[in-house]
């Protein structure tokens, strides 16, 4: 039984260090060397200290500022520990009154828009921590943003330009916006 014991507790031992140990601290290390910033949680830093991550998404409530896609998550939003998707198909009468609370608030926060909202302002992202908008969706928001800071919109509309980034590869996705360098760079246009 012995024979059958030592040699099971021996490899037990041995592949708990190579894989609790050796293999989690090479990962780590390699990836502090080749891509420090996205190993270190994509941090923004202002002034030395974080302000969020380009990986999360942000509640911004404040009309001044860019708003991103609506977060799923409970009981707060962009919550990570809670990251998860609303799971409401399109006949679900929850969701669709949850759209319709989204519509009746971005038009209450810009009555004068009367174009069409997009629809990435209305509906959450499968993860609910989309950090990202679409370029149209921020696009759309530029008046208002521009109105309540007292900047030109053509200034805030060069800014969503500037911060609008392209498809992957030129196929892949679709132009987006990260809404926490919008909204700092916004910050930093204002003053």
Same mark, same amino acid.
């Not at 021996?10 to 190579?18: C, G, K």
């Given at each position: 039984?012995?024979?059958?014991?030592?040699?099971?507790?021996?490899?037990?031992?041995?592949?708990?260090?190579?894989?609790?140990?050796?293999?989690?601290?090479?990962?780590?290390?390699?990836?502090?060397?080749?891509?420090?910033?996205?190993?270190?949680?994509?941090?923004?830093?202002?002034?030395?200290?974080?302000?969020?991550?380009?990986?999360?998404?942000?509640?911004?409530?404040?009309?001044?500022?860019?708003?991103?896609?609506?977060?799923?998550?409970?009981?707060?939003?962009?919550?990570?520990?809670?990251?998860?998707?609303?799971?409401?198909?399109?006949?679900?009468? #929850?969701?669709?009154?949850?759209?319709? /609370? &989204? +519509? =009746?608030? @971005? %038009?209450?926060?810009? $009555?004068?828009?009367?174009?069409?909202?997009?629809?990435?302002?209305?509906?959450?992202?499968?993860?609910?921590?989309?950090?990202?908008?679409?370029? #149209?969706?921020?696009?759309?928001?530029? /008046? &208002? +943003? =521009?109105? @309540? %800071?007292?900047?030109? $919109?053509?200034?805030?509309?060069?800014?969503?330009?500037?911060?609008?980034?392209?498809?992957?590869?030129?196929?892949?996705?679709?132009?987006?916006?990260?809404?926490?360098?919008?909204?700092?760079?916004?910050?930093?246009?204002? %003053?």
């Amino acid at each position: 039984m012995t024979k059958m014991i030592r040699p099971a507790l021996v490899l037990f031992v041995l592949l708990s260090a190579i894989t609790g140990i050796l293999y989690p601290l090479a990962v780590t290390g390699a990836a502090q060397a080749v891509f420090p910033q996205q190993a270190n949680g994509s941090l923004v830093l202002q002034d030395g200290k974080p302000v969020g991550s380009t990986l999360i998404g942000q509640a911004f409530s404040d009309p001044r500022y860019f708003w991103g896609r609506p977060s799923a998550t409970a009981p707060t939003p962009y919550n990570a520990a809670a990251s998860t998707g609303a799971n409401q198909g399109p006949l679900n009468p #929850a969701l669709t009154a949850a759209v319709q /609370g &989204r +519509v =009746a608030a @971005l %038009r209450a926060a810009d $009555p004068g828009n009367a174009a069409t909202i997009p629809l990435d302002l209305v509906t959450t992202s499968a993860s609910g921590l989309d950090p990202h908008t679409s370029s #149209a969706a921020a696009l759309w928001q530029a /008046g &208002r +943003v =521009a109105r @309540l %800071r007292g900047l030109p $919109p053509a200034q805030v509309q060069q800014l969503v330009a500037r911060h609008t980034d392209a498809r992957l590869w030129g196929l892949l996705g679709e132009p987006r916006v990260n809404v926490l360098a919008l909204n700092l760079a916004l910050d930093g246009a204002a %003053r």
